[in-house]
């Protein structure tokens, strides 16, 4: 399986400010993949980054608030822009891997807003 | 649109026994697949099991296997011999193959204690 990490691994932010989170794959992949994982809650998918092209946002995120850059096959990052304490939450990326319907996650960034 | 429910917010067992965490799921789709991940405290995702729903036959990995009824759209997973570091949040997902995307839809959790 493809080996992903994330910094930061946590942060603690302001309100209004902004953090970019890293994601590094040692494989090239297609398609990566941003989720975010609110307090005791499951995943919920944010957008899907494919090099070259921009990325595609789910319902009710938007490019605004979470940018997202994909400059080369092994890396990405999402931008929480203009943040407010509703986006504490773990941010993780994920990648498919082998036949491409296994998805792989990287350990997570956990961001509070204050 | 797709839909996964797990019902059980929380289950518990005593190590060495079975577990079963049920997973149901809406689709109108007949090409899927369907996952378990593992979500310990350390919060790292990790891919525990994988059914294909083209696939009869029930996936299994070492001490977890599952229970795969498509009539029914259930996916349970059964922990054998259960281990301390089972202890975890379980979540299924479900991935279509009809579509040009590997978006994963999950369920909301299991939380899975295991007792010594």
């Known amino acids: 399986s493809a080996v992903i990490s994330q910094k930061p691994s946590r942060d603690i932010c302001q309100r209004g400010t902004s953090l970019t989170i890293q994601c590094q794959v040692d494989?090239?992949?297609?398609?990566m993949f941003w989720y975010r994982q609110q307090p005791g809650q499951s995943l919920t998918l944010i957008a899907t980054a494919n090099q070259g092209s921009e990325a595609t946002y789910e319902s009710g995120f938007v490019i605004d608030k979470f940018p997202i850059s994909r400059p080369n096959l092994t890396f990405s990052t999402l931008t929480v822009s203009n943040m407010s304490p509703e986006d504490s939450s773990i941010y993780l990326c994920?990648?498919?891997w082998g036949k491409g319907y296994e998805q792989y996650f990287g350990p997570g960034t956990r961001l509070t807003v204050t | 649109a797709q839909t996964v429910t797990q019902s059980q917010p929380e289950m518990s067992v005593q190590e060495a026994e079975t577990v079963t965490l049920s997973c149901t799921y809406d689709t109108s789709e007949s090409d899927y697949y369907l996952f378990w991940y593992k979500q310990p405290p350390s919060r790292q995702m990790i891919l525990v099991i994988r059914?294909?729903?083209?696939?009869?036959q029930n996936a299994t990995e070492n001490r977890f296997s599952v229970n795969f009824q498509k009539a029914a759209k259930s996916f349970s997973l059964k922990i054998s011999d259960s281990q301390l570091g089972d202890a975890a949040m379980y979540f299924c997902?479900?991935?279509?193959?009809?579509?040009?995307?590997?978006?994963?839809?999950f369920g909301t959790g299991t939380r899975l204690q295991v007792f010594p």
């Open positions: 494989s090239q992949v297609t398609m």
């Open positions: 059914q294909e729903a083209y696939k009869q």
């Open positions: 997902a479900y991935r279509s193959d009809l579509y040009n995307t590997d978006k994963l839809i």
């Open positions: 994920s990648v498919t």
